[in-house]
């Protein structure tokens, strides 16, 4: 009898330890849409619905919309994962849920903090932010409020990502003859010489700003892989030959699509826009539902 109870604690043992060790795509319970894949979500502006809102402006939606969107994505079995799992997900290949979805913000606006972050909270789940290092290091009284360092300090000790949408890159330069072009994939008009830059200074002037940004990041808030976010969603191959050289392994597009772990440049789905209530934003997602 006594052999037979051992016995069979064994083998409820053993089957606890295989669960325990499976990945967690194999113990998802719900629908499975996807598996061994990412969705990324972008977004902008939360504002607080409390005071009105600005529910028709472009990548603006408000505080409950967001909230909304989050228990939709619960709802229905998506599953928020956190930027470091995407990272080892591309990087090294380790296994997410099924129904991944990462959120992300871009441009580092203060309303991150003040509306998004405590709703994030609230549900328990994360999202990163690609910041514009030169509207958090200056102050620009007709601009809109960044978010300030000792802001993302708290936002990185509570689990959000803090990431770089360069240093001081995301706007459109002159280009001559009344042209103008976003400033990291073109050369600009250099007034004092009057004339173009050249391609070696093209490439110095956007190496070296992705490389004080990195370090800014660093100095900040502490050392990770570096991610770029490119400002309008615009890149050449350069663009991308030199953030790597800057030692950037990821990169994040405005192209809609899902991912997979071979995806270095990151297509994003929209979902800040004030048209795109929780239930248009799951049925964007089933788009990529397995057939």
Not at 16 to 31: D, I, K
Not at 101 to 129: C, M
Not at 151 to 167: A, F, R, V
């Amino acid at each position: 009898m006594r052999r037979i109870i051992i016995l069979i604690l064994t083998l409820v043992l053993l089957s606890v330890t295989a669960c325990a060790s499976r990945p967690e795509t194999m113990q998802q319970a719900g629908p499975i849409w996807y598996e061994n894949k990412a969705i990324v979500l972008l977004y902008h502006d939360v504002v607080d619905s409390r005071e009105g809102g600005a529910a028709d402006e472009v990548s603006t939606i408000s505080s409950d919309q967001f909230e909304a969107h989050l228990l939709a994505l619960k709802d229905n079995g998506y599953r928020i994962i956190p930027m470091e799992d995407y990272i080892q997900f591309v990087l090294h290949q380790k296994p997410i849920p099924a129904n991944s979805v990462v959120i992300t913000f871009d441009d580092g606006y203060e309303n991150f903090y003040t509306q998004a972050y405590p709703i994030l909270k609230k549900h328990g789940v994360t999202a990163s932010n690609f910041i514009i290092g030169i509207y958090s290091d200056t102050y620009y009284p007709d601009a809109e409020p960044h978010l300030t360092w000792e802001q993302m300090k708290e936002l990185k000790q509570n689990t959000m990502g803090i990431y770089s949408h360069t240093y001081n890159l995301h706007r459109m330069a002159n280009r001559g003859k009344d042209q103008t072009g976003p400033a990291l994939t073109h050369k600009l008009f250099l007034e004092q010489k009057q004339r173009l830059e050249t391609e070696e200074e093209l490439k110095r002037r956007v190496k070296s700003d992705l490389e004080f940004m990195n370090r800014r990041i660093a100095d900040e808030l502490g050392e990770q892989t570096p991610l770029l976010a490119f400002p309008y969603g615009e890149y050449t191959d350069l663009t991308v030959e030199l953030a790597e050289e800057a030692g950037i392994p990821i990169f994040f597009t405005t192209r809609e699509g899902i991912n997979s772990s071979t995806d270095k440049l990151v297509y994003r789905i929209n979902a800040g826009e004030p048209f795109i209530t929780a239930e248009a934003l799951i049925q964007i997602l089933k788009k990529y539902s397995k057939p």
